[in-house]
């Protein structure tokens, strides 16, 4: 495993039991990095500019549903997945924007392990189900999401 | 409706009905874009270097699934939502990234409506359940996304 060097792996598969909760971190919506993931990613004009965001249903300028997801990403892997044994995602099976993020808001990720299983078709692998919650300075949720993740065992299965 | 001029709306809600397929455009994948995005927001080693890649379970550098799923919604938003009545998304039923997405691959993206019906509490807006699908340039499928969109109607219901 050269991608992951064993002395720097503090989560391996065995380490994320059903029911463990972990703080991954927090991170303040900068305004300019909204406009500019917006202007490539998402270019609806309630993202882009105050006037039309004014008369849009979220009332003021927010942040991409998708830029949500890339900044709760970003605090996933520098607060957790960095120290992890992980090899990815197949995917998700539920995704909710809550509320309207906005530009200054602060934003805190954590994450429950749901369901774990070793995965039949590789000993030394296993999979995860997690729950992503992402709530902002007022204590709103403005994310969930619930989906998988793999990772190398500790100890891969004897047979 | 100052946001959404009427002329300028090719899809009402009533527009979308379930069976309609809908061909959304291409991108192709840009390498110095896939690393900033992951530098960014997915700083994972196999998103950012050739030699980590290389031995991953990827083969290669490959785009954040993120990534991936913030170049459809471009496609999504110039193809498709800008000229819609669309009102944004409360979240997705499934999301799975099923192969990898190398730089230089063609992405196409395609959407097929499979629910509609009117909301409850607006007399004005329709919901609609989408599914999207993501090839690249060998027909492979590297991305489906099952989610819901609200869509302002053309008529509201009288009653």
């Known amino acids: ?65 998708w830029h949500t997801c890339a900044m709760a990403m970003g605090l996933m892997v520098r607060g957790f997945l960095h120290e992890s044994s992980s090899l990815g995602s197949p995917g998700l099976e539920k995704l909710k924007w809550l509320k309207p993020v906005y530009p200054g808001d602060t934003l805190t990720l954590k994450q429950t392990i749901t369901e774990s299983r070793p995965m039949a078709s590789r000993p030394d692998v296993g999979l995860t189900r997690t729950l992503w919650e992402m709530f902002n300075q007022h204590g709103e949720q403005v994310l969930m999401m619930d989906g998988y993740g793999m990772f190398r065992r500790r100890v891969p299965d004897p047979q």
């Open 1 to 65: 495993m050269p991608d992951h060097p064993q002395h720097h792996i503090k989560y391996f598969w065995e380490d994320l039991p059903v029911g463990k909760t972990l703080d991954i971190g927090s991170i303040t919506v900068n305004r300019d990095e909204v406009i500019a993931f917006a202007s490539q990613y998402d270019p609806q004009p309630f993202h882009l500019d105050d006037a039309a965001a004014a008369k849009s249903m979220f009332g003021k300028l927010s942040a991409s549903g």
